[in-house]
């Protein structure tokens, strides 16, 4: 009787690891590890350009503090949650007589487009069953009412443009976290409230 227990209960054990589901954040931190302290975090960065994205994902590279490589992480996931394009977007912007300027430039945003496809392709290679979730870009300048925050504001709505596009054309689902930006108190910071109505959201996709 108490082998036919064990054996019951190591096969809800078993049945409860294989259905667990595991999420992973990929990308730029766009809301504070404490509130997805749940998720996998390994792969998300204060900040992180396309380029430098793609080339940790194609080079198969490690986590400094648990020597986990991100093929590892991606194959493992149920669902990634990638953010990207904030700091490929930033690229655009530059100090004159010490105030922000934005300046778009178009080769930079088809330079993210590209190495946008070539992340996704390769995060399907690792892992073909994960499901993925593209989330927008937004303003992090949202305390700044001049013309600096009303351009690049433009720019950040081109970006938001290629990656809903993208998600549609390529069958991924895509959460929009533009319309927080207005909870932002500080450069690249919601507030509570905010990250949690955005975790809350990414769950229910």
Do not use: H, W
């Not at 010490?98 to 392709?121: A, C, G, Q, R």
């Not at 499901?131 to 927008?136: A, E, F, I, P, R």
């Not at 709505?157 to 549609?168: D, G, M, P, T």
Request: hydrophobic share 40%; aromatic share 12%.
């Amino acid at each position: 009787m108490k082998k036919i227990i064990l054996i019951i209960l190591l096969s809800f054990s078993l049945l409860s690891c294989k259905t667990s589901s595991i999420t992973s954040f990929i990308g730029n931190e766009f809301i504070s590890k404490e509130i997805i302290s749940l998720c996998n975090t390994d792969f998300l960065f204060k900040k992180i350009e396309s380029k430098s994205l793609l080339k940790i994902i194609e080079e198969d590279m490690e986590n400094n503090d648990s020597n986990t490589k991100i093929s590892k992480i991606i194959s493992n996931s149920n669902r990634i949650i990638l953010s990207i394009g904030l700091f490929d977007l930033l690229k655009c912007v530059y100090l004159e007589e010490d105030k922000l300027k934005f300046e778009f430039k178009l080769s930079i945003l088809e330079l993210f487009e590209l190495n946008l496809f070539n992340i996704v392709e390769q995060i399907y290679e690792y892992n073909p069953k994960v499901k993925l979730t593209l989330v927008s870009l937004y303003n992090p300048y949202i305390n700044s009412y001049d013309n600096f925050y009303l351009s690049l504001n433009i720019g950040v709505e081109k970006f938001n443009q290629i990656i809903k596009s993208f998600a549609l054309e390529n069958n991924i689902s895509y959460y929009d976290i533009y319309k927080y930006s207005l909870s932002i108190k500080a450069f690249n910071k919601f507030d509570i409230n905010s990250e949690k109505q955005i975790l809350e959201g990414l769950i229910t996709l």
